[in-house]
């Protein structure tokens, strides 16, 4: 063996001692074992390869989203017919949504159909009974409809629900003024604006009913 051949068999000596101390180390990497971040916001990637970091995907409005706002932006325009048409797509869909229930019980109101409009606002609140605003519109409908009772006993319903909200006793009062309640809707008048003393419309109420019983 020369010189230059026993060279060789020590350099292949030395690589083959090299490998096989890598191989048993467990150092190596290996297949099937997936990234493991070691802190929590860690992506995989990094500032030279951001085509590779994983990114949220963009949440798409579903297809009741589009009607409602559909809707919302024909009210804007006045344009009850538009609204009513994208709202009744939506009733297809989910003809439980009080949502929608609700915006329609106001377009008809909007349009003078009072008796679809009573009929939204029964379904919506056989749904949900305790949703005061929905009680307040029927009973403002029902009041178009001559059924007195039914709408005092609806405006008394929502006051129960939220004896705090101003609107509901003014509305009320309302109710009870064209009923020729005056004494009731002088109370109902009061309540509303200790409630919101900025309803000025019901302090030149409670100072006419006052002026007539002096």
């Known amino acids: 063996m020369t010189t230059f051949q026993f060279f060789l068999l020590v350099i292949a000596g030395g690589v083959f001692y090299l490998f096989f101390k890598q191989l048993f180390s467990g150092n190596h990497p290996k297949r099937g074992v997936d990234f493991e971040a070691k802190v929590l916001d860690e992506q995989i990637g990094g500032i030279n390869r951001l085509d590779k970091t994983f990114s949220k995907p963009t949440l798409q409005p579903s297809r009741l989203e589009q009607l409602l706002a559909m809707a919302d932006e024909a009210v804007t325009r006045e344009d009850f017919e538009e609204a009513k048409k994208a709202l009744g797509s939506a009733l297809i869909l989910d003809a439980d949504n009080t949502e929608v229930l609700g915006r329609m019980g106001y377009v008809q109101v909007q349009q003078g159909e009072y008796a679809e409009a009573k009929e939204s606002y029964e379904i919506l609140l056989n749904?949900?009974?305790?949703?005061?605003?929905?009680?307040?519109?029927?009973?403002?409908?029902?009041?178009?409809?001559?059924?007195?009772?039914?709408?005092?006993?609806?405006h008394k319903r929502a006051i129960t629900l939220d004896a705090q909200y101003a609107p509901h006793h003014f509305n009320y009062a309302n109710?009870?003024?064209?009923?020729?309640?005056?004494?009731?809707?002088?109370?109902?008048?009061?309540?509303?604006?200790?409630?919101?003393?900025?309803?000025?419309?019901?302090?030149?109420?409670?100072?006419?009913?006052?002026?007539?019983?002096?």
């Open 175 to 214: 109710t009870l003024y064209d009923l020729g309640h005056k004494k009731e809707a002088l109370e109902a008048y009061k309540k509303a604006y200790t409630l919101d003393n900025t309803l000025d419309v019901a302090q030149k109420m409670i100072e006419e009913l006052e002026s007539k019983h002096e």
């Open 127 to 154: 749904i949900d009974e305790s949703d005061d605003m929905a009680h307040v519109a029927l009973a403002n409908v029902l009041h178009k409809l001559g059924d007195e009772e039914g709408a005092q006993m609806h």
